[in-house]
């Protein structure tokens, strides 16, 4: 049987589609009451299996912006996954209530499974330590929107990019864009699994560095791309407390960063950003968090067929 199309990982959409999701955005920024009734009749189910706020909260409003309507699992506890039914046919079951499905998992691959059973399009909206292809379509409109393209920029990528899904995402994104070089900070243990680099970084020829040392690298960024260390990814709390803090970005820290590096984090965010940055006018993490629910209307549009 075929399935309708899904998105799991950032790669199912072409360099050509992501380039047109932006400009959806753009135009729905522009232009939101040309989108007001776009999918009028259409159910949006979120099934959220971990905690969110802007994830699902975006993806709601997102639908609502459009005309359609939500329904909402916003805890595995409360649902029959604690009973003991399977993803499968949980997707299959929600199938049958709503035209799209936005889900997120503690476990890797549980959106593709989910895929493989449900009979309308699956988004995956984070599945444990994978993947988050639509964080990486907020990441990419405001990296797109705040330095005017993505070639030839140095991106760097800071904290937790062991376990950090929407790093792993934004790295298979961007590495289509030409002359794209990626710094890599982390401690040692929390390094980019061998899987991101020898896939996508040394299979596409794509130029990266690997250091412990923000201070060694914040200098030659156009992009600094702050992480959360995740409490709930580790084994043991003791390795938690011992890495948590490793990078603090601080305004005495950004006096040796380029006068218009823009500054992202997916949030939520504990320590790794002071506060005191957030009026810093490189501070695009706000913002990054609004371009999401406008990139998640162009995606919900699309794979409907509502054109985009
Ligand atoms: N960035 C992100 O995924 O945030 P939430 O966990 O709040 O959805």
Redesign the pocket.
């Known amino acids: 049987m075929s399935r309708p199309r899904s998105v799991i990982d950032i790669l199912d959409l072409s360099t050509d589609e992501l380039d047109a999701l932006m400009r959806v955005a753009e135009d729905i920024i522009a232009y939101p009451d040309k989108y007001a009734e776009v999918c009028h009749g259409k159910k949006l189910a979120t099934l959220f299996f971990e905690?969110?706020?802007?994830?699902?909260m975006s993806f709601e409003a997102a639908m609502y912006e459009l005309g359609g309507h939500v329904i909402s699992m916003t805890d595995g506890a409360s649902s029959s996954a604690s009973k003991g039914e399977s993803v499968s046919d949980t997707a299959k079951i929600v199938s049958c209530y709503a035209d799209i499905i936005a889900m997120r998992h503690p476990k890797e691959g549980a959106a593709l499974v989910a895929a493989q059973s449900a009979t309308v399009p699956v988004v995956n909206a984070?599945d444990g330590g994978h993947c988050?292809p639509t964080?990486t379509l907020a990441d990419l409109l405001t990296i797109y929107r705040e330095k005017g393209g993505f070639s030839n920029l140095t991106v760097g990528l800071c904290g937790d990019l062991k376990f950090g899904r929407?790093v792993h995402s934004l790295v298979g994104a961007l590495s289509r864009y030409e002359g794209i070089k990626f710094i890599l900070i982390s401690p040692e243990e929390l390094r980019l699994p061998d899987y991101v680099k020898n896939d996508v970084l040394d299979r596409g020829g794509i130029q990266y560095a690997e250091t412990s040392s923000l201070d060694d690298a914040i200098g030659s960024l156009d992009v600094l791309y702050m992480t959360r260390v995740q409490r709930e990814r580790f084994f043991n709390e003791e390795d938690y407390l011992r890495l948590k803090d490793s990078y603090i970005l601080t305004p005495d820290k950004l006096r040796g960063a380029k006068s218009d590096m823009a500054i992202l984090h997916?949030?939520?965010r504990v320590n790794e950003i002071s506060v005191a940055v957030d009026d810093d006018p490189r501070a695009c993490y706000f913002r990054q968090a609004a371009n999401g629910k406008y990139m998640r209307m162009a995606l919900i549009m699309m794979l409907l067929g509502l054109g985009a």
């Open positions: 905690p969110s706020t802007r994830t699902r984070g988050h964080q929407t997916p949030l939520p």
